[in-house]
């Protein structure tokens, strides 16, 4: 297992943007997939994006489509979710995850960080 962290989170009016990014605590980012999940409060975690080691797979949420954007820079060792169009549902605790396939269910994945919260006030 590797320890994930995410950072980037934080308090943004609707319509906003915010960056989170997610690294290895320590050793490369070598995960085949990588993902970001979040979970609102009082509800079940949930995918919201997959990359691929290349970028050429990419996964979103019907819900975040055209405002989200994953990346990942593996020589850097960090993938990013990029958030514009913020709007109040898109308050979360955002969990960045690695696994060996490009999934949507969170047991598929073996690599976890503690979260980075973000809160989107309308």
């Known amino acids: 297992q590797v320890q994930l962290v995410e950072s980037g989170g934080g308090l943004v009016q609707a319509g906003g943007s915010l960056r989170l990014s997610c690294a290895p605590s320590?050793?490369?980012?070598?995960?085949?997939?990588m993902a970001w999940f979040r979970r609102a409060p009082g509800m079940e975690r949930e995918v919201v994006a997959v990359i691929n080691y290349t970028g050429s797979i990419i996964y979103y949420v019907d819900s975040v489509k055209g405002r989200f954007t994953i990346s990942r820079d593996n020589a850097k060792n960090t993938v990013y979710l990029q958030m514009n169009s913020l709007k109040p549902e898109d308050t979360a605790l955002y969990y960045c995850a690695g696994g060996s396939e490009v999934e949507v269910e969170p047991f598929r994945y073996n690599d976890w960080g503690q979260g980075t919260q973000v809160t989107v006030s309308s």
């Open positions: 320590q050793g490369t980012l070598s995960s085949y997939a």
